[in-house]
């Protein structure tokens, strides 16, 4: 099995007009000086994703979306498929974020359905797992993100179409963030998880996210099983972001 290629994604959530794409022309910058090992994305809000698309094409950073619909097409008003995020230059996609399941009660079907429609549309899909501060208080951290893990990846999940992001809740710009410990656990108990299902499982890119900032990359980075980072907002700035990418870019 090929080695896992870090990948550092920055989600920028419901923030960045058009003159916010100046900062994803300063990352660009600071990849063409000096070419990270790890590969880049940035998913801004959809109305920014055909313009970063056509501002980054060539640099290497790809672009993603923040949520698409299960289904191709139809009668969904303010709904995006995944086919219209690729149309527009996406090569990944975001599903599952805690902020959609709680905000649009998306549950791990809605989830599967939507990483099934980035497949179809031939996206990667960045599916997001965590629990929440009282499950983790409750001591059931391992089977919330299990059981989350199993509902939410469909069948034709593979290593080269699918990452997995683990993102406790209450880490979640809430400049909190679990030991290294914790995340040892979890990251190792969802590769083991990934393998019992999948052929590929130990290649799957597992990225951990939540309140990674310049200052804890390198230790979150260095866990055994994380392969990146999926990022809010210290990816907002180009920045604050690239010693994030440093961190885990380098070797
Ligand atoms: P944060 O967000 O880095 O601002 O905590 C991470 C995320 O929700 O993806």
């Given at each position: 099995m090929a080695a896992r290629r870090p990948l550092i994604v920055g989600n920028w959530k419901m923030n960045g007009l058009t003159a916010s794409l100046g900062e994803a022309t300063a990352l660009a910058g600071k990849v063409k000086a000096q070419t990270p090992a790890a590969e880049l994305g940035l998913c801004p809000p959809a109305t920014l994703v055909a313009a970063m698309a056509a501002t980054l094409k060539g640099t290497g950073i790809g672009v993603g979306g923040q949520d698409c619909h299960?289904?191709?097409?139809?009668?969904?008003?303010g709904d995006i498929s995944a086919e219209a995020l690729k149309d527009a230059g996406a090569i990944y996609v975001l599903t599952g974020h805690s902020e959609r399941r709680t905000d649009h009660a998306e549950t791990d079907a809605t989830v599967r359905a939507k990483a099934q429609a980035a497949h179809r549309a031939g996206l990667i899909a960045i599916v997001c797992v965590g629990e929440t501060l009282a499950q983790r208080d409750a001591n059931e951290t391992l089977k919330v993100v299990s059981a989350q893990l199993r509902g939410s990846?469909?069948?034709?999940?593979?290593a080269a179409n699918t990452v997995v992001a683990y993102e406790p809740v209450w880490a979640i710009g809430t400049g909190r963030t679990p030991t290294e410990a914790q995340v040892a656990e979890v990251h190792a108990a969802m590769r083991q998880e990934l393998k019992a299902r999948f052929?590929?499982?130990?290649?799957f890119r597992l990225l951990y996210g939540g309140s990674v900032k310049p200052d804890n990359a390198k230790s979150l980075m260095a866990v055994a099983d994380v392969d990146g980072a999926l990022v809010?907002?210290?990816?907002?700035?180009a920045n604050d972001f690239w010693p994030i990418i440093e961190a885990k870019g380098f070797k």
């Amino acid at each position: 099995m090929a080695a896992r290629r870090p990948l550092i994604v920055g989600n920028w959530k419901m923030n960045g007009l058009t003159a916010s794409l100046g900062e994803a022309t300063a990352l660009a910058g600071k990849v063409k000086a000096q070419t990270p090992a790890a590969e880049l994305g940035l998913c801004p809000p959809a109305t920014l994703v055909a313009a970063m698309a056509a501002t980054l094409k060539g640099t290497g950073i790809g672009v993603g979306g923040q949520d698409c619909h299960a289904k191709a097409s139809g009668a969904h008003t303010g709904d995006i498929s995944a086919e219209a995020l690729k149309d527009a230059g996406a090569i990944y996609v975001l599903t599952g974020h805690s902020e959609r399941r709680t905000d649009h009660a998306e549950t791990d079907a809605t989830v599967r359905a939507k990483a099934q429609a980035a497949h179809r549309a031939g996206l990667i899909a960045i599916v997001c797992v965590g629990e929440t501060l009282a499950q983790r208080d409750a001591n059931e951290t391992l089977k919330v993100v299990s059981a989350q893990l199993r509902g939410s990846l469909p069948d034709d999940a593979t290593a080269a179409n699918t990452v997995v992001a683990y993102e406790p809740v209450w880490a979640i710009g809430t400049g909190r963030t679990p030991t290294e410990a914790q995340v040892a656990e979890v990251h190792a108990a969802m590769r083991q998880e990934l393998k019992a299902r999948f052929d590929d499982g130990e290649g799957f890119r597992l990225l951990y996210g939540g309140s990674v900032k310049p200052d804890n990359a390198k230790s979150l980075m260095a866990v055994a099983d994380v392969d990146g980072a999926l990022v809010g907002g210290a990816s907002l700035k180009a920045n604050d972001f690239w010693p994030i990418i440093e961190a885990k870019g380098f070797k």
